[in-house]
């Protein structure tokens, strides 16, 4: 059940005013204005394709509605661009955190993004904005998704593990895996 509650995934935000296209926040977002402790990327000697969440992100434990969930950091301009883009598989991973640096109005797309999610986003306190489902799109002109008030957290998840946020839900950070306890 943890994983069903919270497998994120990497959803694509809006193209940037650079033409850049994938799963990623809205353009213009930056690095964050909190520090986050994540474990440092790990190497992989692979040479098969990535099906899963790239090394390259940070891993951190987070809790939502009284689970604990590990989930991959976006908290970067092109890790949130990247996103869970070409991801098939999240395990073992519950999802993907995007962490923007201030709180607005943010908006996610799918594109080339494969596998469907569910959505949250929170205020810079961690509490629930609005969530929704998303559809993976592998076209050009693909359905925006908002989160319908100043948001500075989302959370993506396999779709269906985001349906029973319940209305005064709070995404709290734990730390990285190995981490302290600090809240959002």
């Not at 193209?15 to 909190?34: E, I, L, N, V, Y």
């Not at 950091?73 to 949130?80: I, L, M, N, P």
């Not at 985001?162 to 730390?175: E, M, P």
């Amino acid at each position: 059940m943890l994983v069903a509650v919270l497998a994120l995934a990497a959803c694509s935000d809006d193209p940037g005013a650079d033409g850049t296209t994938g799963s990623s926040p809205t353009p213009g977002t930056s690095t964050p204005d909190r520090t986050i402790t994540t474990l440092p990327p790990t190497t992989t000697t692979t040479t098969r394709p990535l099906v899963g969440v790239s090394a390259d992100f940070g891993r951190a434990i987070i809790e939502l509605n009284g689970e604990a969930l590990t989930v991959a950091v976006a908290d970067t301009h092109e890790q949130r661009v990247q996103g869970l883009m070409g991801v098939e598989d999240l395990s073992p991973l519950d999802g993907m955190l995007f962490i923007f640096d201030n709180q607005a109005e943010r908006t996610f797309w799918m594109k080339d993004t494969i596998i469907p999610l569910d959505i949250a986003f929170f205020d810079s306190d961690g509490f629930l904005v609005t969530n929704t489902s998303m559809s993976p799109c592998l076209v050009e002109d693909c359905p925006r998704y908002s989160s319908n008030g100043a948001a500075q957290y989302a959370l993506e998840a396999p779709l269906g593990s985001l349906d029973d946020l319940a209305v005064d839900a709070r995404l709290v950070l734990i730390g990285a895996l190995r981490g302290s306890g600090k809240e959002i």
